[in-house]
């Protein structure tokens, strides 16, 4: 018997040390992983000018932000019959759309007026969101739908309250060796990377430990983000003008000059490709219209290509920066309507997949481009509102994006749905091109005719007088 005790002593403290170890070398890889991602984000002078840290920030608000949407889809539009979801998707586009149109736009002018404590408006948000996922938990347990669907729009809002600041602040936190589109590259691309681990890391959670519990996680990361947040430098909450004048209103928000009017509405197309997109192929794959794997295996694939374009534009845009930024807005807007085009003509599972591996490339790349536009185009007392009204353009243009896919997947096969979307983006770039042409024709027709005034003659001309010079 006391041989036998002693065995099973031994093979206990056999486990407790393979699990220590264990342990220690989990621990270690993640300080390894912690401090290599510690030198990427404080590269090139970005952790003396707080880059770095905010860096670090969004990336945790971009996991919090994936396990929200991985606890949202479980609970709220998978595991039910196809029918059901198609209304619970419905009903969640237009409970976002609606009141986002009406608050969102006002973002941005409240911000304005916080210029001078962003670092707390920024921690604000990210304490908000994380108490809101304490209630949506709670919501998610009871099957409290009329709640919750509050509560998400709350978070979306903050979330884009979010976007909207930290997309203000990157001019003051931007090194001199950084341009503006490789340093939103370089946010972006930490954010993807951030978010599909958590992506991944929450289905897995939801399946073991139920969608509550994936919230309530992420309240606590909100939490650690927001004491992050409060931690960024001084200076990111320093304006550059006094806080006297009163910001502008929505209308005259409206006209922010042609060339950010035109990377606003080329990033819209994308946007509403992107919407439909999503809900389109999700409905096709759940219809069984979409044949050649099984149904849970093409939707792994198409959120890998998702997630991979996202990436791959996040790189790319830290490799352009040579390159104007209107014209790589123009280009992912061509890019997006040529493959949606052949995706039509040619429609099946890969090309399912090309589509959206370049949807959501030219998404990542040509918001990027748009950022640094905003940001070198428009002056500090407006920026947040400019990129308020920004924000809640591209996520309506999500929306409506999304409704035309979830309406044409009721009736449309892949190749007539895409054709559909392939014309509406063709349309848009013609138009974009157009008015592009006519306001360069206009611009050169008003230099070369706009008459000088007449050169005034000189006195009598003595000898050492020189006539005078046109002033122009």
């Not at 198609?86 to 002018?109: C, E, H, I, N």
């Not at 640094?372 to 407006?382: D, K, L, M, N, T």
């Not at 509102?385 to 309406?407: C, D, H, N, R, Y």
């Amino acid at each position: 018997m006391a041989g036998a005790w002693g065995k099973v002593r031994d093979a206990g403290r056999a486990v407790m040390s393979a699990t220590a170890r264990t342990g220690r070398s989990i621990g270690r890889g993640a300080a390894g992983v912690g401090r290599a991602s510690r030198r990427l984000t404080h590269a090139k002078g970005a952790d003396r000018t707080g880059l770095g840290r905010l860096i670090e920030v969004t990336a945790v608000h971009s996991a919090g932000d994936a396990f929200i949407t991985v606890s949202l889809a479980g609970a709220l539009f998978f595991g039910m019959p196809v029918g059901q979801a198609r209304g619970q998707v419905a009903l969640y586009l237009l409970v976002t759309m609606v009141p986002f149109t009406v608050v969102a736009p006002f973002v941005g002018p409240v911000l304005d007026r916080f210029r001078s404590g962003r670092r707390y408006v920024i921690a604000g948000t990210l304490f908000a969101r994380g108490l809101l996922c304490w209630g949506m938990a709670s919501s998610v347990v009871y099957g409290d739908t009329l709640s919750l669907f509050p509560a998400a729009l709350a978070v979306l809002v903050l979330s884009k309250a979010y976007n909207v600041s930290r997309a203000a602040i990157m001019p003051s936190v931007l090194p001199a060796d950084i341009g503006l589109v490789t340093a939103n590259a370089r946010v972006a691309l930490f954010a993807l990377v951030a978010a599909g681990g958590a992506a991944g890391l929450g289905a897995g959670l939801v399946a073991w430990l139920g969608a509550e519990w994936v919230l309530r996680i992420a309240m606590v990361l909100f939490l650690v983000a927001g004491v992050v947040a409060i931690r960024l430098p001084r200076h990111v909450d320093s304006p550059d003008e006094e806080e006297t004048a009163k910001p502008p209103g929505v209308r005259a928000l409206l006209n922010v000059g042609p060339i950010v009017a035109e990377s606003m509405r080329a990033n819209a197309a994308i946007r509403i490709q992107a919407g439909f997109l999503v809900f389109f192929l999700l409905f096709l794959v759940q219809d069984e219209h979409l044949p050649g794997l099984a149904p849970e295996i093409t939707l792994g694939l198409l959120a890998a290509a998702a997630g991979g374009g996202g990436l791959f534009g996040a790189a790319v845009a830290s490799w352009v920066k040579s390159y104007s930024p209107q014209l790589i807005v123009l280009s992912t807007l061509a890019l997006t309507t040529i493959t949606t085009v052949v995706t039509a003509f040619f429609f099946s599972l890969w090309t399912a997949v090309a589509v959206a591996l370049i949807g959501a490339f030219a998404q990542g790349l040509g918001k990027l481009a748009l950022d640094a536009i905003v940001q070198r185009e428009i002056g500090e007392e407006v920026r947040s509102s400019t990129f308020g009204v920004v924000e809640a353009l591209l996520q309506i243009a999500w929306v409506f994006g999304g409704l035309i896919g979830l309406m044409l997947s009721l009736f449309a096969q892949g190749t007539a749905g895409l054709a559909v979307m392939a014309t509406l983006l063709a349309v848009s770039l013609v138009w974009l091109l157009v008015t592009r042409r006519q306001r360069k024709v206009m611009s050169t027709s008003t230099a070369v005719t706009v008459p000088l005034r007449p050169v005034a003659q000189p006195p009598a001309a003595t000898g050492d007088t020189k006539p005078l010079t046109n002033p122009f």
